[in-house]
Nanobody, 126 residues
Framework: QVQLVESGGGLVQAGGSLRLSCAAS????????MAWFRQAPGKEREFVAT????????YYSDSVKGRFTISRDNAKNTVSLQMNSLKPEDTAVYYC???????????????????WGQGTQVTVSS
């Protein structure tokens, strides 16, 4: 059983930055693929970024490439999402997720992840 708790959300002006954090407990953190998803009101949950076992194993949605950076600190059991050059369309509830899958073609699918945090709100004003 893995528990995930997100933090760092808030209100920011377009062009600004936020750093989200996710603290994990109850499992062997280093073995999990970690990801961030987001969901805006009236829309389906969408993939944002994922990271597997090393800093080189990262993948991003096209909409955030070049602006967001996912990272993990296995010693602290945390995963972070640095969000730069934020746009109003980035406004959503952001969720941290964990899973044991590793197949590259499946990393963007929410169904690959078994554990989810409660979400943290990110609001970007125009």
């Amino acid at each position: 059983q893995v528990q995930l708790v997100e933090s760092g959300g808030g209100l920011v002006q377009a062009g600004g930055s936020l750093r989200l954090s996710c603290a994990a407990s109850g499992g062997t953190f280093s073995r999990y693929t970690m990801a961030w998803f987001r969901q805006a009101p009236g829309k389906e949950r969408e993939f944002v970024a994922t990271i597997t076992w090393t800093a080189g194993n990262t993948y991003y949605s096209d909409s955030v490439k070049g602006r967001f950076t996912i990272s993990r600190d296995n010693a602290k059991n945390t995963v972070s999402l640095q969000m730069n050059s934020l746009k109003p369309e980035d406004t959503a509830v952001y969720y941290c997720a964990a899973g044991l899958g590793w197949v590259t073609s499946e990393l963007r699918r929410s169904g690959m992840y078994d554990y989810w945090g409660q979400g943290t709100q990110v609001t970007v004003s125009s």
